[in-house]
Every structure is written in C-alpha cells, then in structure tokens.
C-alpha cells in the first residue's frame, strides 16, 4: 500500500514524463530542485535549473527530436519526511521508428513547498544486445 507522498512522487515522475515527450525543455527542467544535479545517459553532467534545461533542450531538439519517453509507474523509497528516491525502467521511442531505447532511472527526490522535485537524477541506456 502506497502512502500519498509515494504517489505525489509517481504522479510527478509520470507529469515529467509527459513534458519530456512533448519536448518541452523549460518543463521537464522544471520538476528539478534549483541546486538538482543530472548525470545523463551518455555521462553529461549538469548541476542546476539553467544547465539542466539547456541539456534537455539540445537532448530534445537536436539529438532525440521527436522522440517519445515512457516511464514505468517505479518504486518509490522513502529516506525521511522531505527526501525519497524514486526508481523505475525506462523506454524511448525514436520518431523514426527505429528500435526503442531501454533503460533505467535513479533519482533522489526532495519535497520542496509542498512538491517532490529532482535533486538528483541519473538515467542510464542499457546497451543493446548483441548481435549474433
């Protein structure tokens, strides 16, 4: 059974989730605290509102334009009353049609005036399988 901080938590995972796959950088910048740290999939590292925004801008505009994300509902763990780490697969959906990209997200979430924001998020991309 899930208490209502656990789904505050999903509902804002699922909520950024829907920003990224709209490509909106400014949003999905917007569910990390304003000191957040994000270690990307390829190892970029951005502390801050401002670099993590500008990340998600060239992330969503130049490398993966069009691309869409889906995230798995997760497990939420939490570590005290305003900090939790959230958990859960990942897929993303090339417009091309090309395969989808799995993977898996770590990140610590802090209640920040009443919301659960990113302090720090690290996803990562599994490699894809071997080809035989």
Same mark, same amino acid.
Do not use: C
């Given at each position: 059974?899930?208490?209502?901080?656990?789904?505050?938590?999903?509902?804002? &995972? !699922? !909520?950024?989730?829907?920003? /990224?796959?709209?490509?909106?950088?400014? !949003? %999905?910048?917007? @569910?990390?605290?304003? #000191?957040?740290?994000? +270690?990307?999939?390829?190892? #970029?590292?951005?502390?801050?509102? %401002?670099?993590?925004?500008?990340?998600? #801008?060239?992330?969503?505009?130049? &490398?993966?334009?069009?691309?869409? +994300?889906?995230? #798995?509902?997760?497990?939420?763990?939490?570590?005290?009353?305003?900090?939790?780490? /959230?958990?859960?697969? $990942?897929? $993303?959906?090339? =417009?091309?049609?090309? =395969? %989808?990209?799995?993977?898996?997200?770590?990140?610590?979430?802090?209640? +920040?005036?009443?919301? /659960?924001?990113?302090?720090?998020?690290?996803?990562? $991309? @599994?490699?894809?399988?071997?080809?035989?």
């Amino acid at each position: 059974m899930q208490s209502s901080e656990e789904q505050a938590i999903i509902n804002e &995972t !699922a !909520a950024f989730a829907e920003a /990224w796959s709209k490509g909106n950088a400014k !949003a %999905a910048a917007s @569910f990390f605290t304003d #000191d957040g740290t994000r +270690v990307g999939a390829l190892g #970029d590292v951005q502390h801050g509102r %401002a670099e993590i925004e500008a990340a998600y #801008d060239r992330l969503l505009h130049q &490398t993966m334009p069009g691309a869409i +994300v889906k995230q #798995d509902r997760g497990s939420v763990r939490m570590l005290s009353p305003e900090l939790a780490v /959230w958990q859960g697969g $990942i897929e $993303i959906f090339p =417009p091309n049609g090309a =395969p %989808a990209l799995k993977g898996h997200v770590v990140q610590v979430m802090k209640k +920040v005036k009443g919301r /659960w924001l990113v302090l720090e998020g690290h996803p990562k $991309i @599994f490699p894809p399988p071997p080809t035989r």
